[in-house]
T-cell receptor, first 114, second 112 residues
Framework: AQSVTQLGSHVSVSEGALVLLRCNYS??????LFWYVQYPNQGLQLLLK??????LVKGINGFEAEFKKSETSFHLTKPSAHMSDAAEYFC????????????FGTGTRLTVIP | TAGITQAPTSQILAAGRSMTLRCTQD?????MYWYRQDLGLGLRLIHY???????GKGEVPDGYSVSRANTDDFPLTLASAVPSQTSVYFC???????????FGPGTRLTVL
């Protein structure tokens, strides 16, 4: 079974500061890992995903995440926060390609302070 | 490109009434999913369909039913709504063999 833990339901950063959103997972088999972003009153949009290969994954809007198997983590980072990054971010895991289910974390709301 | 459309955008429903949430995709994706999003709980899978004509239960299926008569449509029905079904409902789809799901804009349902 898979599960995802996102540490910190709310994160605040100053504009221009580093963004770090934490995600740890548990999975009995090699996982596929995802970060989704949800802007207010909208659906979820895929930011980036890790399936196989390079463990550092680059996504849209300057975000990236690194799969660390030894730490069972997939933290999301961005070097310099922008006001437009304010949103809710969800980490998710699936067991294999085409699996029936994405298991989501509870989400982290990012606030960017001007 | 429309992608995934959901209707209605929002709805207030009296407890005990039935309702069908509609979801249509134009990407010819084989698989479709229904999730509910609740504060502090993230998204949880209600039902899924790997291909037209088949459906399966997710994590929280009780009180909901689905059908998949064709590739494009995946309606979610609440036969007799209860207040605990107040939530935001998201439909998603993916191609066969892909782990990436694409989400609709959601339906906000309030059951009173």
């Amino acid at each position: 079974a898979q599960s995802v833990t996102q540490l910190g339901s709310h994160v605040s950063v100053s504009e221009g500061a580093l963004v770090l959103l934490r995600c740890n997972y548990s999975s009995s088999v090699p996982p596929y890992l995802f970060w989704y972003v949800q802007y207010p009153n909208q659906g979820l949009q895929l930011l980036l995903k890790y399936t196989t290969g390079a463990t550092l994954v680059k996504g849209i809007n300057g975000f990236e995440a690194e799969f660390k198997k030894s730490e069972t983590s997939f933290h999301l980072t961005k070097p310099s926060a922008h006001m437009s990054d304010a949103a809710e971010y969800f980490c998710a895991v699936s067991e294999q390609t085409g699996a029936n289910n994405l298991f989501f974390g509870t989400g982290t709301r990012l606030t960017v302070i001007p | 490109t429309a992608g995934i459309t959901q209707a209605p955008t929002s709805q207030i429903l009296a407890a005990g009434r039935s309702m069908t949430l509609r979801c249509t995709q134009d990407m010819r994706h084989n698989a479709m999913y229904w999730y509910r999003q609740d504060l502090g709980l993230g998204l949880r899978l209600i039902h899924y369909s790997n291909t037209a004509g088949t459906t399966g239960k997710g994590e929280v299926p009780d009180g909901y039913s689905v059908s998949r008569a064709n590739t494009d449509d995946f309606p979610l029905t609440l036969a007799s709504a209860v207040p605990s079904q107040t939530s935001v409902y998201f439909c998603a789809s993916s191609t066969q063999g892909s782990s990436t799901q694409y989400f609709g804009p959601g339906t906000r349902l309030t059951v009173l």
